[in-house]
């Protein structure tokens, strides 16, 4: 029996800087990227491009069993989907990632597209500022 889909629904704002903000979405289609975006954070040559609060507050998705995936910023809160740099890199323990590619709506076609992308959701956080310390990242899986 396939899991009903539901519409997205936003259910956290949480400010990141000044400029920035951590939106939590849950339900959707389950779409996600094939290949990072231009100014993916997961990209070694995009650093800086948002504030390390930002990581602080994402750093749950990659924590073992986790249930909430990284999305691609550039997808938005209308039609989330998940980063594919996250795919590539961060995903590995994350308990709806392995369920969705267990079920076959995460399929194995997505690409770095050519870019360097960091290790690790930790190794990302710590090249935007998150001090590799942080109790936030502790849990994190590499």
């Known amino acids: 029996m396939k899991a009903k889909r539901t519409e997205p629904k936003v259910t956290r704002i949480r400010p990141a800087g000044d400029n920035h903000q951590v939106v939590t979405v849950e339900g959707g ?7 990072p975006c231009d100014d993916c954070p997961w990209r070694v040559d995009a650093v800086a491009e948002f504030p390390a609060e930002a ?10 069993m986790a249930t909430h995936t990284f999305a691609c910023h550039q997808s938005g809160q209308q039609k989330p989907a998940t980063c594919a740099g996250f ?3 961060g995903a590995e323990h994350n308990l709806s990632v392995r369920m969705g590619r267990m079920n076959g709506r995460i399929k194995n076609d997505v690409s770095d597209g050519g870019h360097a992308l ?6 990302m956080a710590v090249a935007n500022g998150v001090d590799p310390d942080d109790p936030v990242l502790q849990p994190c899986r590499d």
Not at 29 to 35: A, C, E
Not at 55 to 64: V, W
Request: proline content about 8%; cysteine-free.
């Open 55 to 64: 990581f602080r507050h994402s750093a749950p998705t990659a924590y073992d």
């Open 87 to 89: 795919l590539l890199r």
């Open 29 to 35: 289609r389950g779409l996600y990227r094939k290949q």
């Open 118 to 123: 960091h290790p690790s959701y930790r190794a």
